[in-house]
């Protein structure tokens, strides 16, 4: 199974996930999040990569940070909102948070011009962003002009390989360069949060819907490639290996390690063993460490970003929620009378028959008025599971969810356009405009 940004997939089994590209299960740590967000509790949110560390920093008030970016090629819809949220949830956890507008990608992959990237990028995604409670504390960025990124993106394409590129993205001796050069600007975005004008290194969360992971591994392949140390634990001490450090680099981190306490430093050629650093937490230590000493050379000691995986939504059409089909999704600008006639419009999991529905009860699990319900109208655990329990016993007909959820996303779309006019107030607050 090949996972593809850029065409039309669908994704039916999401275990597949996890055996085949390493995605971890999010159920496990789930129960380690307070008060987690809907979409967590509900298991939209279904898979992670590394995302402990984020736990963990958020837990003890350490640095960390959630990143995402969006091309500015349409309109946003509620796949759209989805990023938005988890990224403003986040942030209100505690994170450092930054949103790419990705007008490098949609100008070179989708020949938007820059004058458009440029209003859509305000118009549809910021204006909204702000809107569901994005905070003047983040950071908002257009990446064509964001030149510590465009110089990072450019490091970046020194450790990135053309066969690497091909095999992920198909790409062949017909590819534009600059489509290129817009996938190392991907991943100087997901990167950008760890650089030392932001900081430094620190876990970051990369929420994402399932088909971005590419952009995900290839990332943390090369947030690996650029280190210069690997630390490891062996047996029952770490050790430090310098990958591609010379000898004179070497000696300087041992005698670091020793400024730090250390006193049994073992220097070997390609590597130092800490042999006073034993239990769990030492390799930790003498990670963080590490880090920084990479950076005070000069290197970047980036971790690798940690990334959230959530469901897709069914078109109302049913199929999949594409943007460049109108009436399979709701857009968070479009006329919310017009939202809901899409609405009432929807595929449900309704019988063939009101007689035959009574009998057998609906189908929830294939039903998108539901699925609009437990993505996005109710925060009500207990009003979903009785919708449920009353569809599959027959009880409920289509009318009365159909009515509910087209009265509500009338509602949601009336609040969020009115929010979104005072957010264009507050640009300036935001840096722009
Ligand atoms: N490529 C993403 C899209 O197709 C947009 C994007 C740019 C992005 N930079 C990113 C996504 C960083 C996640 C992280 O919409």
């Not at 390493?22 to 898979?47: A, T, V």
């Not at 819809?77 to 507008?101: P, R, S, T, Y």
């Not at 993205?169 to 600059?178: D, I, K, R």
Request: glycine content about 10%; charged content about 30%; proline content about 4%.
């Amino acid at each position: 199974m090949k996972l593809d940004p850029w065409g039309a997939v669908s994704i039916d089994d999401y275990s597949k996930l996890f055996d085949e590209f390493g995605i971890s299960s999010f159920e496990e740590i789930l129960p380690q999040i307070d008060d987690p967000h809907p979409y967590m509790k509900r298991h939209i949110i279904f898979g992670h990569r590394d995302y402990q560390h984020v736990l963990d920093a958020m837990k003890s008030r350490k640095p960390f940070g959630v990143m995402s970016g969006f091309m500015p090629s349409g309109k946003v819809h509620l796949g759209g909102k989805m990023v938005m949220d988890e990224i403003i949830w986040h942030q209100k956890h505690g994170a450092d948070a930054f949103v790419a507008i990705a007008d490098m990608e949609a100008h070179s992959v989708r020949g938007i011009s820059w004058e458009k990237c440029q209003k859509m990028g305000i118009e549809e995604y910021i204006l909204s962003l702000i809107a569901l409670g994005f905070e003047p504390s983040g950071h908002i960025y257009f990446q064509s002009k964001n030149y510590p990124l465009r110089d990072l993106g450019f490091e970046l394409a020194i450790a990135g390989r053309f066969s690497e590129l091909s095999a992920i993205y198909g790409f062949s001796g017909e590819t534009n360069v600059a489509h290129m050069v817009s996938v190392m600007m991907q991943s100087a975005d997901i990167l950008n949060p760890q650089i030392e004008a932001n900081g430094g290194p620190k876990p970051v969360v990369i929420p994402v819907g399932s088909d971005q992971d590419a952009h995900i591994r290839l990332t943390r392949d090369l947030a690996y490639r650029m280190r210069k140390f690997l630390v490891e634990k062996r047996g029952d001490y770490v050790s430090v290996r310098g990958k591609a450090a010379g000898s004179d680099l070497i000696e300087s981190a041992a005698i670091y390690l020793e400024e730090f306490g250390y006193q049994k430093v073992k220097r070997y050629e390609e590597h130092i063993d800490v042999r006073d650093a034993t239990g769990p937490q030492e390799v930790l230590r003498v990670e963080e460490l590490m880090r920084g000493f990479e950076v005070s050379r000069g290197g970047y000691g980036f971790m690798p970003p940690a990334s959230l995986y959530h469901r897709f939504m069914t078109g109302l059409t049913g199929g999949k929620m594409s943007s460049s089909k109108p009436e399979s999704h709701i857009a968070l600008t479009e006329d919310p009378k017009e939202a809901a006639k899409k609405v009432m419009k929807a595929v449900t999991g309704g019988r063939q028959s009101l007689a035959e529905q009574k009998k057998l009860g609906g189908e929830p699990e294939k039903c998108t008025i539901y699925e609009l319900m437990l993505f996005h109208l109710s925060d009500d655990d207990q009003e979903l599971q009785e919708t449920l329990e009353e569809c599959k016993s027959g009880k409920r007909m289509c009318g009365t969810c159909k009515k509910l959820a087209a009265e509500r996303i009338k509602l949601f779309l009336e609040e969020h356009q009115r929010e979104r006019e005072i957010a264009r107030e507050r640009l300036p607050e935001f840096g722009l405009g």
